[in-house]
């Protein structure tokens, strides 16, 4: 890990509040056909919710978030039987539909369908920790081994023209396979609009932290909630966001982010980190967004749809270096598209698109026992009538209310300790 790290004053805070944010979350159902480390949701055989509660939740986001997009997830909101009517009501409020899949269950049939109803497109979470069947067959070792199975996955997008992203894990052990995935989604950029790097997060389950619900102190268990891990587990998860950040710039030092969302709790984190990068079809990088376009096409947007942006449904293509005049970033990006398309005139004509490339650090247990979530979270959903981070949908359902901890000194200080090593690697 290095110290090139992003700087608050060179990215644009994310305009989102609790009220008016561009994402609203579903859980259509708590079933799913495969298990995910780290993933935040138990099968408790809630099974598919009621296609009337699904459109009460929906028109409470809408009405409380004033949402952009609606992101449907789960379980494996694939399986649900009334997907097709959910995605129908949900455009049919003039609001953006992304389902989130492991893709398992998807096929032309259903890719079909939802184009029919107007869906934007999927979010696929692909990677080596999940009981997937075709993995039974052969141990994995790298999550670059899934790279041809996440093409054959943005090749079948393609066919109806859908929005393709894909999600992956990243903890200690594939940090450094960062570069080769980026590398990978570049060399196919007219297939897959961006990339998020989700860092493994968890909460420790040891002598010396305590968890309460409702004021009183309640038993916890590895594996109790999706996220809750043991201590030697836990004493592991030291990647930050920034720490990604810095492996990308190595690797790519065209790409820069452009919009943050820092934490609830601790003022140096970074929740949500996004940046644009520009690439021909030849895998050529020239720059990336900077945070004065990413300020103008929120104004903009939200001047003119009322809400906020995400998941823009067009691409952007060399157009975008008309932001030259506002912004630097751009600026540079523009010289260097110049001077090669000056060897080669030629060059002017190939397809350039921009890819998303964002990090997303999920809640992290805090020395004094607070946890720093996402401030202004955009992923939040519905239980019983109230706004909850979906991360911590579980304490909800298990507990009744989020959690609140209490953790030791000797703690706090061993994973002080952990983070300062960290940062000297
Ligand atoms: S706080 Fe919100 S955005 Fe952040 S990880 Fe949790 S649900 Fe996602």
Not at 88 to 95: A, D, N, P, Q, T
Not at 288 to 306: D, I, P, S, W
Not at 409 to 422: G, M, N
Request: hydrophobic residues 40%; proline residues 4%; contains cysteine.
């Amino acid at each position: 890990m290095t110290n090139t790290y992003p700087e608050k004053k060179n990215l644009y805070r994310l305009p989102y509040s609790m009220n008016d944010n561009p994402i609203g979350w579903i859980e259509a159902t708590d079933i799913c056909n495969i298990k995910c480390k780290g993933c935040y949701r138990l099968v408790m055989g809630e099974g598919h919710k009621p296609v009337q509660q699904i459109k009460d939740e929906i028109l409470f986001l809408k009405k409380w978030r004033n949402c952009d997009n609606i992101s449907l997830a789960g379980g494996e909101p694939i399986l649900h039987p009334d997907i097709k009517e959910i995605v129908s009501f949900i455009v049919g409020l003039k609001m953006k539909v992304v389902i989130l899949t492991n893709g398992l269950a998807l096929n032309d049939k259903i890719l079909k369908e939802m184009k029919e109803v107007g869906l934007l497109g999927f979010s696929f979470h692909i990677d080596i920790t999940q009981t997937r069947p075709e993995f039974k067959k052969k141990k994995l070792h790298s999550e670059l081994e899934l790279n041809d199975m996440r093409l054959g996955y943005a090749k079948m997008l393609k066919k109806y023209n859908f929005y393709s992203h894909f999600g992956i894990t990243v903890t200690p052990e594939n940090l450094h396979e960062v570069p080769e995935l980026i590398r990978w989604a570049k060399d196919n950029i007219l297939l897959i609009n961006g990339i998020s790097l989700i860092i493994y997060r968890g909460l420790p389950v040891m002598p010396g932290v305590r968890y309460f619900a409702k004021g009183e102190e309640v038993e916890m268990e590895i594996g109790k909630l999706g996220y809750t891990v043991s201590q030697e587990e836990y004493e592991k998860i030291n990647v930050r966001a920034q720490d990604v950040y810095a492996v990308i710039k190595k690797h790519f030092p065209d790409y820069e982010a452009m919009g943050y969302l820092g934490g609830t709790a601790d003022h140096t984190s970074f929740k949500w980190l996004w940046g644009s990068l520009f690439v021909n079809t030849k895998g050529k990088t020239f720059g990336a967004l900077g945070r004065k376009t990413l300020e103008l096409a929120q104004a903009v947007y939200h001047f003119t749809h009322g809400t906020y942006l995400v998941y823009p449904n067009k691409r952007i293509g060399k157009t975008v270096f008309l932001m030259s005049i506002f912004d630097p970033l751009v600026r540079k990006a523009f010289w260097k598209f110049i001077k090669y398309c000056l060897i080669n005139p030629l060059r002017f004509f190939y397809p350039m698109k921009s890819l998303g490339i964002g990090m997303v650090q999920a809640p992290d247990l805090l020395e004094n026992g607070k946890i720093d979530m996402c401030d202004d979270c955009p992923d939040m959903c519905v239980f019983e009538g109230k706004l909850v981070n979906s991360c911590r949908l579980d304490e909800c359902r298990i507990f009744g209310d989020l959690l609140t901890i209490q953790v030791e000194d000797e703690i706090a200080k061993k994973k002080r300790e952990s983070l300062q090593e960290s940062e000297m690697i």
